[in-house]
Each structure stands twice: as C-alpha cells, then as structure tokens.
C-alpha cells in the first residue's frame, strides 16, 4: 500500500531564527529590521503560554535576551537597589537587599507561577509583559526602569514605572526597546549615628502583598494588590502607597485610598473606608472567569484584610 504523506502540515521548527546578540544595540537593530517577525526572548515562560494558547503568533525571529553580558545581578548603591532585568525570580525572592528594601517585591516574585518556572522566569520579562504580579509591587517601591531604545541612535533613558504603564495604556510603548533593569527606592535607614532612645521615635515601615488567583499557582492572577507606608509609634500614616492590578489588566496607584490614610491616625473604621474606596478607584476589566466589579470589590477586602493583618501583626509584636 502507497502512503500518501502530506508534506508541511506540521511546521518546521527549523526554519525559524534564534538571534545571539552580543549587546542590547545588536538586539534592537535585529528587532528593528525584522518588526513583527521578531520576539525579544528572556525566560520564554510567558511567551511559551501565549503560543501554546494560540493568543499570539509565534515569530520566524527570536532574539534571545539571555546572551547580553550585564543584564543580570542585583546590586546595592547609596539610594537604590538595582536589578538587572534578566535576573531571574527564584533570585529576586531570595534576596536579603530585595526582602529589607522591596518587601513587597521580595513577596511578589515568590508568589508568581510555581518554583520550576520561577527558576527561568525573569524579572524583565514579567515588567515588559505590562501584566506582571510583579508591578504592582514595584509601583509601591516607586521603580523606575531603565530602558535602551534604538532610533536615529541608541539612547538609554530612565523611565518612572507609573508613567511607562500610561504609555502601554496609550498604545505608544516602543516595540524595539529593550528592558535594562530596575530601580528600587532603598527604604530610609536609621542613621548610624541614632542612637537606639532615638530610634524608638522613628517610624517603622509597614508593607504587605496580596494575591488571589482561581487555583493556589500555575493560572494568572485575578487580582494582585501591594501597600507601603510608614507608621510612627502613635499610629499615624505617612509616605503611603496603594497598588493594585492582575490578570491582564494593568496595574495602577489607587491614590484615593492613599489620601485616606496619609497623615492620619489608624483607626478601625479606615478598612471599611479602604475597602469601599478601592473597590470603587480600582480601574479593571471583566473576562470570562471574573467580573469587574468582583475584581474591584476583591481588590478593597484584599486591601481592607492585608491592613488589619499587618496592623495587628505589628501591635501584637511590641
Ligand atoms: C505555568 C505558568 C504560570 C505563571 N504564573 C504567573 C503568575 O502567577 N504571575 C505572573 O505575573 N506571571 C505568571 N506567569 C507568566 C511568566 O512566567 C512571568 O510573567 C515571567 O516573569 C515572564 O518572564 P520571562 O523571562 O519568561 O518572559 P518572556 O516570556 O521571555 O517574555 C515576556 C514578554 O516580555 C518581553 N521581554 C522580556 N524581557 C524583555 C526585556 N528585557 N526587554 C524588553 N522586552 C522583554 C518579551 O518579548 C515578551 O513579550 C506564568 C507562566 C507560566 C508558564
């Protein structure tokens, strides 16, 4: 008996090209001469999903990411702690400068899909996907990123988060630019000099994230809420900030609820307060899964819950 073999059902796999760039320069050019056809690739985790679920194309290009010298490592200087992009979770939520000084961040990247994937996840890739758990965590340490872009020449510039997050919301984010790493706002230290009497008067930083997802890992959050903010030993709130985002949706500050508890004094009725006034700041979308307003109303108790917890943790430590 003949077979009949078609010939080019299955597509070859072969065909496509795996770019090596030596710098993120060589990249973008690659990037640039190839538009849509080309993928910059980190850890692939995020990538592999969307063209296993047939949500994007997979491109003829990759352009691996993982070939630049520099773009991974976290290092310490007198304001900020400073992640490369390439840096991999599993090492972002094991790490002493990340766990004092982006407590939320710290908690964020241990929580995100299941340690298999955390060990070849990035964080570059998780903040250049603009849905990543990570940011919101990120927007409470006030991160700004670095980025390499390619026009006329090569620029390297600094960008705060929020304002990155505006320009994906517009539709104007560069497609050839390549994520360099991150900026985290160091938390104040007590002076070397305070002396510890001194230091009893001295506000204390309090952090908390929190995410809610349909199983305990391994499917995208449904909402991912973070909260920073100093409180001094009477109980009164200052330098806070509110973050909430998850699942597709892009992560904001909900400043309303900010305005609620800065300068004032904590009291009881606040969470009520913030769960009513995050539900309704919180901006999001419905899907299949999940409501808006259910993500908006998940966002106030996760927030409303995370509060009281952390409050009373911290009473019940003095
Ligand atoms: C089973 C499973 C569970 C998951 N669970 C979660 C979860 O709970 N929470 C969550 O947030 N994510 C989750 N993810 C998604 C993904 O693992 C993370 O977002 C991860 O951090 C993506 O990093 P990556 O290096 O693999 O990115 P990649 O897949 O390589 O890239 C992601 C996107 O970012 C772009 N990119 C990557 N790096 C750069 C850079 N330096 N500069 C410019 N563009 C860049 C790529 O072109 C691509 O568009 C999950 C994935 C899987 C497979």
Known sequence: MEMNIETSRIPDPFSRKVWEPADAEEAMMIKRQYGADAVFVAGGTLLRTQWEGGIVNRP?????????????????????????????????GADAYIAYHGATLYESCRHIAAPSIRNQATIGGNIASAVGDAIPALLVHNASLHWADIGSEVTTIEQDLGD??????????????????????????????????QSVDHQQEITFFRKIGRREAFTPSLVTVAFRAKI???????????????????????????????????????ITSLARLASDEFITYSDPFASEQYRQQTAGNLLAAGLWETIHAQIERR
């Open 164 to 197: 990155w997050l505006e320009i994906v919301k517009s539709g104007r984010k560069s497609m050839n630019a390549v994520l360099l790493g991150i900026n985290l706002e160091k938390q104040n230290r007590l002076l070397a000099t305070e002396s510890i009497e």
């Open 232 to 270: 001094d030993p009477l109980g009164y709130f200052s330098q806070v900030r509110i973050a909430a985002g998850g699942g597709s949706g892009i992560a904001m500050r909900l400043s309303t609820c900010e305005q609620l508890l800065e300068g004032n004094r904590y009291q009881a009725d606040m």
């Open 60 to 92: 003829e290009h990759f352009i691996r990411l993982d070939t630049i010298a520099d773009l991974c490592g976290i290092h310490e200087s007198d304001q900020h702690i400073y992640i490369g992009a390439l840096t991999r979770l599993r090492e972002c």
